[in-house]
């Protein structure tokens, strides 16, 4: 059976796009890739990005010669985890206190890892994690 590499993408969907590309942008320090009426590409490292869709504005999917994207969207708050060397834990407290983001909650994992939990503008859990999270992390 053929296995996947990683997650490519990883959507969320958002009331006001330039409030959440601000977020994103400033205090994560994710580069806009591309930027459309509907959706903004923003760069998560390691070859991933972060697709942020105005709530809505997908539901209907688009056609194109090249072929079609099928419908999608989301409501409510979801959860999305970056990836960040365990060394710079104590920068990323402090990025967030500087910028005024509450820390919701901070947590120790079993395998030694560590997790800073957050909500961005639009009230998505936001999860900054250490390796030792997961077996494969």
Known sequence: MPKVQRILETAL?????????????DILGCRVLEEWERLVVLDAGAGSVLLLFKRGASAAGVA??????????GGGPVHVAFAIPKETLPDWVATLRAARVEVETRR????????????DPDGHSVELATPGVWETY
């Open 13 to 25: 969907y958002c009331d006001d796009l330039a409030r959440a590309t601000v977020f994103y942008h």
């Open 64 to 73: 194109s010669p090249e072929g079609d994207i099928p419908p999608h969207d």
């Open 108 to 119: 120790r994992w079993p395998r030694g890892g560590e997790s800073l939990y957050f909500r």
